[in-house]
């Protein structure tokens, strides 16, 4: 089951109505909208808080410098 709604304060607010009765306990995953799956900013997201600024800066420094990289010997011939 996925929902979206909006975020107040300490309260998420649906934007339809969830087929469970009231006091019926349940697992909730936030994540922003918009953000794609597996990309970089949302893996970051996720883990706020739970890294040393040390291990957010190896994963950033990663994504810098590795995830954005074209290898342009896979284009090589290409469309030619």
């Known amino acids: 089951m996925g929902f979206k709604g909006t975020v ?3 309260i998420i607010e649906l ?6 009765p009231d006091g019926t ?4 995953t936030v994540k922003p ?9 949302l893996i970051l997201q ?3 808080g739970t890294l040393t600024d040390e291990e ?4 950033m ?5 590795e995830v ?5 010997e896979l284009w090589e011939g290409k469309g030619t």
């Open 8 to 10: 107040k304060g300490r």
């Open 56 to 59: 957010a800066e190896a994963i």
């Open 46 to 48: 996720t883990l706020v």
């Open 68 to 72: 954005r990289r074209i290898d342009w």
């Open 15 to 20: 934007d339809e109505p969830i087929p469970l």
């Open 33 to 41: 909208e918009g953000l794609r799956k597996g990309s970089p900013q």
């Open 61 to 65: 420094k990663v994504v810098r410098e």
């Open 25 to 28: 306990r349940v697992e909730v």
